[in-house]
């Protein structure tokens, strides 16, 4: 019986890696801002797609709303992707005792490299909404260069279209942008976002979301306090 069963099992572990090489997927990592939301809708011109989306626990409430506008503009669902581990970002900075520094965040990390490493399969085409803005040009450059063996396309680079452009895109769709736009944020990104540098973005954290703006301003001096080296 032990023997029969081992046979099935590595015979369903044969089929899924057919069905792994002779399906190609097309994920489309749309992050509930406006810029990847159109290069999905840009992507699925070309064919079939997977639509998917990592849940951070952290961004402002009103992005599930657009979320449900997105998957009726494309009449298909978004898959919704979740760290196992963690709930939100507050979570991961807590256990990891650390918050953002030069290289980055560990709440990336932890919430959406690392479930979209868990979801993705080595022949999947990777659709990411990086904008032809000076900026997203230079992280989609960084991206191809930390992870080469990823087929990666930006279809709003390869057309000109910069984050106005898709902003413009969405609301001849009849789509509102997410509320964080109009509050004055760059983004749709998580609240607050801890890589954020710009004395600007912190005076509007503080005076749109004063309880995130206290919490992080708390969090942030018990880290600095054990990080210090004793005088």
């Known amino acids: 019986m032990g023997i029969a069963r081992q046979a099935a099992e590595r015979a369903a572990q044969f089929a899924d890696l057919l069905n792994c090489l002779g399906e190609r997927r097309v994920l489309c990592w749309v992050s509930a801002g406006a810029a990847s939301a159109v290069a999905a809708k840009l992507a699925m011109l070309g064919g079939k797609v997977t639509l998917v989306y990592c849940d ?69 085409i990777h659709v990411f909404g990086y904008t032809a803005d000076l900026a ?39 789509i509102k942008a997410p509320l964080t736009y109009a509050l004055g944020l760059p983004n749709a990104n998580c609240l607050p976002c801890p890589k954020a540098t710009s004395p600007a973005y912190w005076a509007l954290i503080r005076k749109e979301f004063p309880d995130r703006f206290d919490r992080m301003a708390k969090l942030s001096r018990e880290a600095w306090s054990k990080a210090r080296p004793r005088q």
């Open 56 to 124: 951070t626990g952290a961004e402002h409430e009103d992005n599930a709303r657009f979320l449900v506008d997105l998957e009726k503009w494309y009449g298909q669902p978004i898959e919704r992707l979740k760290s196992e581990k963690y709930a939100d970002t507050w979570a991961v900075w807590r256990d990891r005792k650390y918050i953002a520094g030069i290289a980055g965040a560990p709440c990336t990390v932890e919430l959406k490299v690392g479930p979209r490493l868990a979801f993705q399969r080595p022949t999947d």
């Open 136 to 174: 997203d040009m230079l992280r989609a450059k960084r991206l191809r260069e930390n992870y080469p063996e990823l087929q990666i396309e930006c279809p709003l680079i390869e057309r000109g279209l910069d984050k106005a452009a898709c902003l413009a895109m969405l609301e001849k769709a009849g």
